[in-house]
């Protein structure tokens, strides 16, 4: 087939591009990086032009780069993060920086909406168990009380990849996977959550169309195609939030599903025919990308960043071996970890430098080594480190299982799957199958995939997920090692059971 797509990632601070043929192969990769403004304290934004811009340069170097023809680039679609506000006039110009994710000034916001609307209530429409300052709901609330002159000529209010196709098309829409954190969307209804806006003081007038994932929304205006160096009859495809977009790019497409991604944090997408709307698992339950279905979102905020914290502070050894020979630190420290037993001989460590996240969402609780002893060497820590992540993985695991949700297989993004060390021990704790991929750009692909399928290039995302992602390895529990590791996990929950009462003092 001579049809191309492009799909683009909208992350916190880069955005990446793909361009991929008619196959599902990667033809051109472009990424580009830009810097937030987050000097004040609680403060995070960015001025809504630069993910334009920077969208555009992509674009026009996966272009060049590949040197396609233009008149074959059927279709563009979007996915990246969440909860970015955006607010603009009545002309589509943004009247003010963005509100990026991490930005926690509405602290005081999100208590009013906790004091106005029960939590149930909450969960049950929005599949939030939380109110954080995160969610766009608290954010335009803080703004109608603090810039009450832009709450005033507020148009639209828009989230990134709302902003990008309205830029693409001149039309206001967005789809429900990316909406579902903004604390006014009804995740079961697919539409707005009307007691929310009228609490916010805002219409759904104010707020652009929802759609499904993977659906046109037309072709791109003639200012666009400059901008882009695309031609006017490229589709507008929408696009998903960066979590289920990964899912579907690591080929995540079923009930029970889970992609684990462990960068520098944790996080988990469990696919689900069903929302589960249970505020005691304390997990976030939001629309899929697939249409109809939902997805769970358990999250860490530290799992990768503990061991990058240990070769930063005690692995200078191993960074200057790996840039004298042109290797990997972390494959070294690896190495160490490999020599060491199942348990690192009864070293234990919990992973929470930065809190706990979902499940018991503690914000006290710190990092812990348990059981040192004389004679442990640093592949003893290191071990330690890559077990603790993988139990934490199992720690969410065993709460879905508990409320009989079924999970066959792992599939793994990030940078923890470059490691076969950690992949191993991440099947032996949790008993399941472990799989990598050949990809490992996933939320890049899955807006590929996404435009693909909008583009008719495939019939559906199952087709297209056949075709384009592709298994590395397989690593398959060892059964010894897993009966060794289930005595462990109990004295892991009991360390930090015992603990609970310290971190509240």
Not at 363 to 387: D, N, Q, Y
Not at 431 to 457: D, F, K, Q, W, Y
Request: glycine share 8%.
């Amino acid at each position: 087939m001579t049809s191309f797509v492009i799909g683009i990632d909208v992350g916190t601070t880069s955005i990446k591009g793909m361009l991929m043929n008619g196959m599902g192969e990667m033809v051109a990769f472009a990424k580009q990086e830009y810097s937030l403004d987050s000097s004040e304290g609680d403060i995070c934004e960015l001025d809504a032009e630069i993910y334009w811009e920077i969208s555009c340069r992509v674009i026009r170097q996966l272009v060049s780069d590949s040197s396609v023809d233009r008149n074959d680039i059927a279709g563009i679609a979007f996915s990246g993060q969440g909860e970015t506000l955006i607010v603009v006039d009545s002309n589509g110009n943004p009247l003010r920086k963005a509100i990026v994710w991490p930005d926690t000034r509405s602290i005081v916001e999100a208590e009013d909406i906790k004091k106005r609307f029960d939590p149930q209530q909450v969960m049950n429409i929005t599949g939030q168990p939380e109110v954080v300052p995160m969610w766009p709901a608290t954010r335009i609330l803080w703004l109608k009380k603090n810039e009450s002159d832009i709450f005033s000529r507020t148009a639209k209010y828009l989230l990134v990849e709302d902003f990008l196709i309205f830029r693409l098309t001149g039309k206001y829409c967005t789809e429900h996977s990316l909406s579902s954190s903004t604390l006014y969307l009804d995740i079961s209804q697919k539409i707005w959550w009307q007691e929310m806006l009228d609490f916010l003081c805002i219409s759904d007038k104010q707020l652009p169309t929802l759609y499904p994932s993977g659906k046109v929304i037309g072709t791109l205006t003639p200012d666009a195609a400059l901008a882009t160096g695309l031609y006017e009859t490229t589709r507008c495809i929408t696009g998903a939030y960066d979590h289920p977009a990964a899912a579907i790019g690591s080929g995540n497409i079923h009930n029970g599903d889970v992609t684990l991604a462990i960068g520098a944090s944790m996080a988990m997408c469990i696919a689900l025919d069903q929302p589960v709307f249970d505020c005691s698992m304390n997990l976030p339950c939001q629309c899929h990308a697939i249409d109809g279905m939902y997805f769970l979102l358990p999250y860490e905020p530290t799992a990768g960043l503990a061991l990058k914290w240990f070769k930063d502070t005690f692995g200078q050894q191993e960074v200057l071996e790996a840039e004298r020979n042109g290797g990997d630190a972390y494959h070294l420290l690896d190495q160490y970890a490999e020599k060491a037993p199942v348990g690192s001989d009864g070293l234990m460590m919990l992973p929470y430098f930065a809190g706990t996240g979902s499940l018991e969402c503690n914000p006290k609780v710190k990092g812990v080594f348990a059981g040192i002893t004389l004679g442990m060497t640093k592949g003893h820590f290191v071990r330690a480190i890559l077990e603790s992540v993988s139990l934490m993985v199992r720690h969410h695991l065993e709460a879905m299982k508990n409320k009989g949700i079924d999970i066959q297989v792992i599939r793994i993004v990030g940078g923890a799957s470059k490691s076969a060390l950690w992949n191993q021990m991440l099947a032996d704790v949790t008993g399941l199958p472990v799989l990598t991929l050949r990809n490992v750009e996933n939320s890049v692909m899955g807006a590929c995939l996404l435009a693909a399928v909008g583009s008719g290039i495939f019939e559906d995302l199952k087709t297209a997920c056949q075709a384009a992602v592709q298994t590395n390895s397989r690593y398959n529990p060892d059964r010894s090692n897993g009966r060794l590791y289930n005595e462990i996990y109990g004295k892991y929950v009991n360390l930090y059971k015992s603990l609970e009462d310290y971190w509240n003092l």
